[in-house]
């Protein structure tokens, strides 16, 4: 007995230590082909998920044991922190970007000793940098925290601006707008109005919250476009909110020059006046051929051609802002996250190595009219004219790191229509807005 004790000591320490150096991130090994069991979560068709894997497993034996199932996207974060609780959870799951932060401290990065930084930001698309955590020092009572990789990137839907041809043409209008200050000139010349000012075919869907769906990922792209991040990582290696900050060199705010041009178009005074609360939702309204454009999402295609199949329509790049140095797109990403209660952590890397790479992304893409992620599929712009608009976008797509997603929808409709309705000016409702952003960060 006195040796046996000595002995099941020795195992309980030896097990810890491992189970310590899995969680850190250090237990990763990507050599060897056994995969195992891997459960994947996902928010993403069954049937979708389901043909992928068939695919892989025609030619890779050691994906039989890996499964996928679909979640309903209304209850899967709340599913997914009940299942990893519970120690019942998947081995790997897909990670949107705006999910990032939420699930920080439930997910197991990846090294940079095992995927190094310079190799991640060579393989995948600019957006995939916000996967990309910095080693934090220690301070204010708090141990310092190994940086890593929050997931690798498997899918990406870019905003674009979808346009109707006819609207353009019966205008006398050729091409789309490249750049945003065109809408002043534009909304002039499209937008018609009765004589009781009442919006009868619209520009563009700006200036309000309720009836764009994409009302706060537009606004976001403007936010990006003016190089203003949202959210940065300050010098205590803490994200902040930077949304009323002003650069060195400028004397308005980015994120306030961005709001008010966003809302300039719903101002009834306005010679450029195109929007209101009371039209029909955006995409309705562009489906029915009252809205010149539209700014959607690449997968929303389908839908918008299945509403009116006899709609001339186009697309093309959100606009940019004139002689701005870099070009940037708002993307909705999918990455692949190990959560640290993963039981398999060797197979879901594995795993997730093999999807987000050329083989699978290529089958994917087939399946669906998304882009790819990684850049040396990206480099050769496919034939397909819708396609071809999507793959450019892919490449300068890019997002922020949001604390709370339903929480800060809140915060940016009220950041539009406290601007629209009088109640703030634009640079007292950015100030608003970064400070429930600030207090959403610190979990308040």
């Known amino acids: 007995m006195k040796t046996f004790q000595p002995i099941l000591l020795g195992i309980f320490v030896f097990l810890a230590v491992v189970g310590v150096l899995i969680f850190a991130g250090i237990g990763i090994n990507t050599g060897g082909n056994a995969i195992g069991n891997v459960m994947i979560w996902g928010t993403l068709p069954q049937a979708q998920m389901q043909a992928v894997l068939e695919d892989i497993r025609l030619t890779r034996s050691d994906f039989s044991g890996v499964s996928y199932i679909a979640k309903d996207p209304r209850t899967y974060q709340s599913d997914l922190i009940e299942a990893l609780a519970a120690g019942k959870g998947p081995d790997l799951f897909?990670?949107?970007?705006?999910?990032?932060?939420?699930?920080?401290?439930?997910?197991?990065r990846i090294p940079y000793s095992t995927l190094s930084e310079r190799a991640f930001k060579d393989k995948y698309i600019a957006e995939g940098d916000i996967l990309l955590f910095p080693d934090i020092p220690a301070g204010n009572g708090q141990p310092a925290q190994a940086?890593?990789?929050?997931?690798l990137p498997f899918t990406i839907?870019?905003?674009?601006m979808y346009w109707n041809r006819s609207i353009f043409a019966d205008t006398g209008i050729a091409t789309p707008p490249q750049f945003w200050d065109s809408f002043f000139a534009l909304s002039q010349k499209i937008t018609k109005r009765n004589q009781a000012n009442t919006v009868l075919r619209a520009t563009a869907p700006l200036g309000e919250y309720a009836n764009i769906p994409n009302a706060k990922?537009?606004?976001t792209a403007l936010f990006l476009q003016a190089g203003d991040p949202i959210v940065s990582y300050g010098n205590d290696g803490v994200t902040h909110t930077v949304l009323s900050a002003t650069p060195e060199g400028q004397q308005t705010p980015p994120g306030e020059a961005a709001l008010r041009f966003y809302t300039e178009f719903s101002d009834p005074t306005k010679v450029d006046y195109t929007w209101n609360r009371a039209l029909p939702s955006a995409r309705d309204m562009f489906t029915a051929g009252d809205l010149a454009v539209y700014f959607g999402f690449a997968s929303e295609l389908p839908t918008i051609r299945n509403a009116n199949p006899n709609?001339?329509?186009d697309v093309a790049e959100l606009p940019q802002i004139r002689d701005a140095k870099t070009k940037a797109t708002f993307g909705n990403m999918l990455s692949l996250a190990i959560p640290r209660t993963s039981v398999n952590v060797k197979g879901a890397y594995t795993t997730a190595s093999v999807l987000s790479d050329t083989a699978v992304l290529?089958?994917?893409?087939?399946?669906?009219?998304?882009?790819p992620v990684l850049r040396s599929m990206l480099a050769t712009a496919p034939s397909q004219a819708f396609q071809?608009?999507?793959?450019?976008?892919?490449l300068i797509a890019k997002a922020w790191l949001d604390p709370n997603p339903d929480k800060s929808q809140e915060v940016f409709r009220a950041m539009i229509e406290d601007t629209t309705s009088g109640k703030s000016r634009p640079n007292e409702a950015i100030v608003a807005a970064e400070k429930e952003l600030e207090n959403l960060l610190r979990g308040k």
């Open 147 to 151: 940086g890593g990789i929050a997931g």
């Open 362 to 371: 290529t089958s994917l893409g087939n399946k669906t009219f998304l882009p």
């Open 217 to 219: 990922s537009t606004l």
């Open 311 to 313: 709609l001339d329509f």
């Open 157 to 160: 839907d870019p905003l674009v």
């Open 388 to 394: 071809n608009v999507f793959y450019s976008s892919a």
């Open 94 to 108: 897909l990670l949107s970007q705006d999910r990032i932060l939420q699930n920080y401290d439930k997910i197991l």
